[in-house]
């Protein structure tokens, strides 16, 4: 969740630098990036069931 508000603010800054979109795109897709996997986890219930369900 941080990245992703590092990512809006470098994007919404009053004042434009060189890259600076370049580099709010890069830690936003980073995020997006570290996150996917966690939809494929195990439910906390499928963990004290002892299946991977």
Known sequence: M???IVANAAVTLPRSF???R???TVVW???A???APAG???SPA???A???G
């Open 33 to 35: 990036l570290l996150l």
């Open 46 to 48: 499928a963990c004290a």
């Open 18 to 20: 060189p890259g600076q």
């Open 40 to 42: 494929r986890w195990p």
């Open 22 to 24: 370049t580099f709010a």
């Open 50 to 52: 002892g299946t991977r």
């Open 2 to 4: 941080g990245t992703g």
């Open 29 to 31: 897709l980073g995020a």
